[in-house]
Antibody, heavy 118, light 111 residues
Framework: QVQLQQWGAGLLKPSETLSLTCVVN????????WNWIRQSPEKGLEWIGE???????KYNPSLQSRVSISVDASKNQFTLKLRSVTAADTAVYYC????????????WGQGSLVAVSS | DIVMTQSPLSLPVTPGEPASISCRSN???????????LDWYLQKPGQSPQLLIF???NRASGVPDRISGSGSGTDFTLKISRVEADDVGVYYC????????FGQGTKVEIK
C-alpha cells in the first residue's frame, strides 16, 4: 500500500526557512515525480514544484527564487525548502506522487499546516 | 502562465440527479502527442485531494464509471451521471501541460 507521510515545523517567523520532508512507503521511489503543493484560502491550490529520483527538479516560476526540492532516494524521501517566508506562505502543504507521463497526482500526503507569524 | 477557470463555483445537487462542472484554460492543453494534459481532483471535507480523471478522460483506479471527463483544447467537463451523498466536496481541474495550475474549485453540496 502506497503511503506518503510528511513532517516539518509548523510555526515559523518571517524570514525563516520552511523545511518539510515526505517519506514514501510501499512503492519504489524510482520512475515517479515527487511533488509539493500548497493550499491557502487566498490562493487555493498552488503547485510548488517536483523532483525525480535522479534529482532533476522543476519549480513554479513564481516561487523559483526561494524554493528548492531535494531527494534522498536511499531513504525514499524528498524535502522541500522555502526561504525567506512571509505571512503569505501560510498554508497547508502537501506532498504528492506524480505518475510517469504526467498521468495525474495519484497519492497525496496528509497535509502539514505551516503558519508564519511574528 | 496557463490560467484555469471553473464554473460554477458552487453547485447544489440532488441525489440521483446528474451534475456537470466546466473547466476552461486560457490556452490549449493539447500536446503535440495528441493528449490533453488536464486532470480532475476531488477534495472531500477534511481530506487531501484525490485523483479522479487524468488526461482529460481517463478514470483513475477505483473511480466509478458514473464519473466521466471529456473535452479537448481549452474546454473540459466533468460529469457525474447520478450524484451520491459521497460525492460532496470541492472539485478541481488542474493543467499539467506547462508546470501545473489549478482551477478555483467547485463546491458540490447536497440540496
Amino acid at each position: 500500500q502506497v503511503q506518503l507521510q510528511q513532517w516539518g515545523a509548523g510555526l515559523l517567523k518571517p524570514s525563516e526557512t520552511l523545511s518539510l520532508t515526505c517519506v514514501v512507503n510501499g512503492v519504489s521511489f524510482n520512475d515517479f515525480q515527487w511533488n509539493w503543493i500548497r493550499q491557502s484560502p487566498e490562493k487555493g491550490l498552488e503547485w510548488i514544484g517536483e523532483i525525480k529520483h535522479r534529482g532533476s527538479a522543476k519549480y513554479n516560476p513564481s516561487l523559483q527564487s526561494r524554493v528548492s526540492i531535494s531527494v534522498d532516494a536511499s531513504k525514499n524521501q524528498f524535502t522541500l525548502k522555502l526561504r525567506s517566508v512571509t505571512a503569505a506562505d501560510t498554508a497547508v502543504y502537501y506532498c504528492a506522487r506524480g505518475r510517469p507521463g504526467d498521468w495525474g497526482l495519484d497519492y497525496w500526503g496528509q497535509g502539514s499546516l505551516v503558519a508564519v507569524s511574528s | 502562465d496557463i490560467v484555469m477557470t471553473q464554473s460554477p463555483l458552487s453547485l447544489p445537487v440532488t441525489p440521483g440527479e446528474p451534475a456537470s462542472i466546466s473547466c476552461r484554460s486560457n490556452q490549449s492543453l493539447q500536446h503535440s502527442n495528441g493528449y490533453n494534459y488536464l486532470d480532475w481532483y476531488l477534495q472531500k471535507p477534511g481530506q487531501s485531494p484525490q485523483l479522479l480523471i487524468f488526461l482529460a478522460s481517463n478514470r483513475a483506479s477505483g473511480v466509478p464509471d458514473r464519473i466521466s471527463g471529456s473535452g479537448s483544447g481549452t474546454d473540459f467537463t466533468l460529469k457525474i451521471s447520478r450524484v451520491e451523498a459521497d460525492d460532496v466536496g470541492v472539485y478541481y481541474c488542474m493543467q499539467a501541460l506547462q508546470a501545473r495550475t489549478f482551477g478555483q474549485g467547485t463546491k458540490v453540496e447536497i440540496k
